[in-house]
């Protein structure tokens, strides 16, 4: 065989190795950098969004971008409120990790986040949030060339965030690339009714919009069906004010030139529960129901231009690491992400065990693998088992009948627990608790996270 011969055999099977390895890996082949434009909305629970089932005209923005997108129609986040989530999904370590599970303490500057990694990368990284518990005192401006806060304690906050992403765009040099961060608040409460998004002009009752949280869990057990749906009317307002908001985003990218070749994720940090559960309670942070982790996650590749649909469940955990693959990025030294490497492009996720916690009022954690939904609470003792594909409203507790179910459930949760465990010691830090500011603390007791 000629020596000309022996190199191309050389590279077809260095070539088929490739393929090979990448398959069994289930990494996509790096792609060209791009934009690359992450949106998250507080509170938006999945089905309350039309794309996910949604029959009132909620979200026709996000519909209309569901078009051109990959929907992942079971997406979890990793905690019931927002620092622990979006912290997971901006640095890939759980809340236990992070030390954010109970509290709401500073991110860790050890934590590299996802503005890091793309920063260091000569992206301009820009944010815009509306929450103080993704304000720079609880250090989530990392790695962010401009992150702007003017809109944290207002009451209606989706024009102001469009107006700092505006001028984010604007100010990003000519050929660079840019990550931009949003982060709209509206959907959580105190719920506001938008006149032009009124769901319900006809109710007469008790409620009122905008009415304080406090007010409500007061009198969550007299309530009625009727003033529980007015409730959620008025949830679905803040939800329609926040799509259109969006939809005007997306318009600007669209005419900078910029949405078909950007990477745009759109999802949420957590859900909303009114008063299915027995205890009746009304908002979120306690509790691992998917009324509270099950959330939207749309997202959009440069030139994709057709929907796809991925079943297999996946986690807002997964994001960080997926972004580093599709771009072919190297994690940071010494790396040992808690998320998987989803493949954007919509291949199925696999057989993927995804986990969520949280330690507001009790310690409960939660495993979800193929269809069965384990809830632990750890303080005390008792599991709760769940069979998603014939029972999605976790009603029927079949922990006592499925046992062996239940024991893979157990060993699976077992596993991610010790895996957390160690990266604790990977990241031995002081959680350090925040210095708010009396207007950011006047605000926070106002939501009722503060006494």
């Not at 090979?20 to 082949?29: E, I, L, T």
């Not at 989530?85 to 890939?92: G, K």
């Not at 304000?135 to 806060?149: C, M, N, R, V």
């Not at 939809?247 to 990218?253: C, F, I, K, P, Q």
Request: proline share 5%.
């Amino acid at each position: 065989m000629t020596l000309r011969r022996w190199l191309l055999l050389a590279l077809l099977l260095a070539a088929a190795a490739a393929i090979y390895w990448s398959a069994v890996n289930r990494q996509p082949a790096a792609h060209q950098s791009a934009p690359v434009v992450l949106i998250v909305v507080d509170t938006l629970r999945a089905d309350h969004v039309g794309c996910y089932g949604c029959t009132r005209p909620t979200t026709p923005a996000l519909d209309a971008f569901a078009q051109t997108a990959t929907r992942y129609v079971n997406a979890q986040s990793a905690a019931p409120w927002t620092s622990p989530s979006i912290a997971a999904l901006l640095t890939a370590h759980y809340p236990s990790v992070t030390r954010l599970a109970q509290l709401p303490v500073v991110l860790d500057e050890s934590f590299v986040t996802l503005a890091e990694l793309l920063h260091a990368r000569g992206y301009r990284t820009m944010g815009a949030v509306s929450h103080s518990f993704l304000h720079s005192t609880l250090g989530f401006s990392q790695g962010f060339d401009a992150y702007d806060e003017g809109q944290v304690n207002a009451v209606i906050s989706s024009p102001q965030v469009n107006e700092a992403a505006y001028a984010h765009l604007e100010r990003v040099p000519a050929g660079r690339q840019f990550f931009l961060f949003l982060h709209y608040f509206d959907p959580h409460y105190d719920w506001v009714v938008h006149p032009e998004h009124d769901f319900m002009p006809g109710y007469r009752g008790p409620l009122h919009s905008g009415q304080n949280i406090e007010e409500l869990l007061a009198r969550s057990r007299d309530l009625t069906a009727t003033d529980l749906e007015y409730l959620r009317a008025a949830y679905d307002s803040e939800i329609r004010f926040t799509d259109r908001h969006i939809g005007l985003v997306l318009d600007r990218l669209r005419a900078m030139d910029l949405f078909d070749r950007s990477l745009i994720i759109i999802t949420a940090d957590h859900g909303e529960e009114f008063a299915e559960r027995l205890d009746r309670w009304i908002g979120h942070t306690k509790k691992l129901y998917d009324e509270q982790i099950h959330v939207p996650l749309l997202v959009k590749l440069p030139g994709q231009r057709a929907a796809r649909t991925v079943a297999e469940p996946v986690a807002t955990i997964d994001l960080m690491p997926a972004l580093a693959a599709y771009f072919g990025f190297a994690p940071p030294a010494g790396a040992r992400w808690s998320g998987t490497a989803l493949d954007l492009a919509g291949t199925p996720a696999g057989d993927r065990a995804l986990f969520a916690e949280t330690r507001r009022t009790a310690d409960l954690q939660s495993l979800r693998r193929r269809q069965w939904k384990l809830i632990h609470n750890v303080t005390a003792g008792t599991d709760e088992l769940y069979d998603l594909a014939n029972d999605p409203g976790e009603r029927d507790n079949v922990a006592s009948t499925r046992l062996a179910e239940l024991a893979a459930a157990r060993q699976a949760l077992a596993a991610i627990s010790a895996q957390n465990d160690r990266r604790q010691r990977d990241f031995p830090v002081q959680a350090e608790r925040p210095e708010f500011s009396a207007e950011m603390r006047q605000r926070l007791k106002a939501l009722g996270y503060l006494q």
